[in-house]
Structures are given as structure tokens and as C-alpha cells.
């Protein structure tokens, strides 16, 4: 677990050639992240983080700071991948997750059945929301488990407030998800693309950009 408690500050942090699995492990989290303040991190190399039941592969529950991901060597990469019920990246279980930038690297979310690829955990209302989420550049693919968007919601939680302005971003939803939006009977409010290419595909019932079935 990464804390950064002092607001308006930044811890970096360096993940190389890093492989955590705890897959097989329930409520374990490979990597988390929390507090007021930034962390930044660098990837270096190959970098894979897998997380047990209910947790997300990297976790960031909804907090003051912002999570920055960057590949200033232009050699790293990571694949992220949550337990059910949790995000590739961001919120846990019953928990949303905020402030999420990707400025780099090639990026693979993958989240467990009910949650978002990059997103919000399974909860109802802000509880399964993914906000606040940039990418500005770096190969990011995000998928969605059944009922999750690919970036965005979980299962009953909204997408909001997300921007592509680089990169190429290739986005999933899984059954009754949006690609980039809602989960199921969740919404998708200010999606914003300026740059970069970007592919979003629903799952079935699931809008490609906006919301999940039952959303808007």
C-alpha cells in the first residue's frame, strides 16, 4: 500500500519488471494506493498486478489525490487485473475511484465480473463510479467484466467527467456495460475526446460512449 497523506505533494514511485499475484488470495490487493496527496507513478519494463476477490488490481478508491501512471523511458508497461467485483484500475468493492491520469506506457485494465476496466468497483450510485479519468497519451486497452463499463462505472455506478485528448485507447464494455460510460443502469456524463484514437465498443445493451443498459 502507497499512502501519500500530505496534500499537494507528489510521491514517486517506480515499478519495474514487477510481478505481484495474489489472485488466489480473497480482499487481497497486489497494489493500492490512497491519501490527500499525488503519486505518480513510472513504469519500467513489465509490470503485472492481480488482485484477489472483491480488490482491484490497482487500487484507488475515491481520495483527494491524484494517480498519475507515466512511461518517460518509453519501455514499461503494466497489466492490471481485479478480483471479481473489483476494477483492473481503481475502485474496490462497493467503492467508486476519481482522479486517474494515464500519461504513458502501454496500459492493460482488465476488471473482475461486475466492475470497470478502469473505473469504479460494483456498488450502486457513487459507490461503483469512475470520475475524473485522463488519459493523455500511451496504449491503453481497458475491459470491462460483465455488467462494468471498459472505462467508467461498475455495475449500477456512472461514468463521469473522463478525457482522451492522446494516445490510443481501446475500451470494452462487458455485457450491459458501456465502452466508455456507465455499468449497468449506470450513465455517462461528460465524456470529452479531443485527441488520440480511440475505439469504444458496449457490451450487448451497452452503449459505446454514454451508458450502460437501463442508463443514459
Avoid: H, P
Avoid at 132 to 144: L, P, S, Y
Amino acid at each position: 500500500t502507497v499512502i501519500n497523506k500530505v496534500a499537494n505533494t507528489v510521491l514517486n514511485l517506480t515499478l519495474k519488471d514487477v510481478k505481484i499475484d495474489v489472485s488466489d488470495e480473497d480482499e487481497k490487493t497486489a497494489l493500492s494506493v490512497q491519501g490527500d496527496g499525488n503519486v505518480e507513478i513510472e513504469l519500467d519494463g513489465d509490470n503485472e498486478l492481480k488482485s484477489g476477490f472483491v480488490r482491484a488490481g490497482l487500487e484507488k478508491n475515491t481520495s483527494e489525490g491524484t494517480l498519475t501512471l507515466k512511461d518517460d523511458n518509453k519501455d514499461g508497461s503494466l497489466k492490471a487485473t481485479g478480483g471479481a467485483n473489483g476494477a483492473g484500475i481503481g475502485g474496490s468493492m462497493n467503492n467508486g475511484t476519481n482522479k486517474i491520469t494515464i500519461k504513458g506506457g502501454t496500459v492493460e485494465a482488465k476488471g473482475g465480473l461486475y466492475a470497470a476496466g478502469i473505473g469504479g468497483g460494483i456498488g450502486g450510485g457513487g459507490g461503483g463510479g469512475g470520475e475524473d479519468i485522463t488519459i493523455k497519451g500511451g496504449r491503453v486497452t481497458a475491459t470491462g467484466g460483465d455488467y462494468g463499463a471498459g472505462i467508467g462505472g461498475g455495475s449500477g455506478g456512472s461514468g463521469k467527467n473522463i478525457t482522451i485528448n492522446g494516445g490510443t485507447v481501446t475500451a470494452a464494455g462487458g455485457f450491459n456495460g458501456a465502452g466508455i460510460g456507465g455499468g449497468i443502469i449506470g450513465s455517462g456524463e461528460n465524456i470529452t475526446i479531443t485527441g488520440g484514437e480511440v475505439k469504444a465498443t458496449g457490451g450487448d445493451y451497452g452503449a459505446g460512449i454514454g451508458g450502460g443498459s437501463g442508463g443514459s
